[in-house]
């Protein structure tokens, strides 16, 4: 973890016959040239996704990449399938969460790819299918007006205090419970849960307006996201944040599609996205950064503490989990 990388020199490509060889990065970037756009399907708002593309266009100019913005994991899932259906192709770089990428993986849609040849270590790349391009951190955010630094919860037993009844809010998902049973097993987690929804926390479908809420003295605390808690932070509010320890996580991963019409264009964007140099530009540019690359803020943030989320072949296992801890979380209310 938090191994730096460099762009490969070399890697394996699949060739239109269907065969493998070796070539060059610059072999790979002048047959990426050749070819159509990158098509990149991702939730990044277009303001933000420009910036990335700025940063990669600077490097590899005559590579052109059109990014779809496709926001959550069911769009990016649903649309692949039926456009591999509808007209035999669909987007080249494809990027989500664990469990809708390993949907696709299972109906056969994405490209194995020796992530090694693309000098991408192991730690990063959990199976031969997808790669790791940032992550929603959960933290804990206070409003400083209202809560001490002193006494902001450093522990989960600390936020689960009954201290925080009437003074929290949470997203309408129980997903960091969830996540947190990856480590912490299952019984732990449902018995938090259950203690969570005792405080009677404010649920937000959102996390932005959640951070907001907190940032304007709404609610005292908030379970919520680093990256949706950074555009309050950054305007001045009177806002903190810090990571419980043990940190839930959701890693969004890249993979290449097996129906895309530019493999060589894919595999030099995740390259590059994989690189020190991308990896900041596309945390600077969205707020979620790669954990496992030292040099990212977000790595930096949650540096020394235990991570917990679920391998993505398990996630058959956390839908379901989710599903029931989302149903218990609901009982307190209607979200805003």
Known sequence: MNTPIRLATSLLVCAAAGTVHAQSMAELVSAAEKKPAVTWYESSPSEQADKVLDAFKAKYPNIKIKHTRLV???????????EIQARGYTGDVLTGGADH?????????????????????????PNAYMTSTA?????????????SDAEAPTTWEQLLDPKWTNRIGSWVRAAAFAQLAATQG???????????????????????PLAQAVGS?????????????LPPLNAGAPIKMHALDVVPMHIIYSAISK??????GARVLLSWLSSEEGALAYENATGRGNPMLAKTKTAQFIAGKKLSEWAPEKSGELGTLNERYNKMLETVGAAR
């Open 135 to 147: 992550a929603s951190i959960y933290v804990v955010s206070w409003n400083t007006k209202k809560v």
């Open 217 to 229: 003295g709404e609610i005292d605390l908030g379970l919520g996201f680093y990256h949706s808690t």
């Open 101 to 125: 990428m390993w949907q696709l993986k299972e109906r056969g849609h994405l490209s194995s790819v020796d992530w090694s040849a693309l000098n991408i270590p192991k730690e990063m790349a």
């Open 72 to 82: 959550g994991g069911n769009a990016l899932a649903v649309r692949t399938v039926q």
């Open 259 to 264: 129906d895309g019409k530019n493999p060589e």
């Open 186 to 208: 299952e019984a732990k987690a449902t018995k938090d849960l259950e203690r969570f929804v005792a405080l009677k926390p404010m649920l937000f479908k959102s996390t932005f």
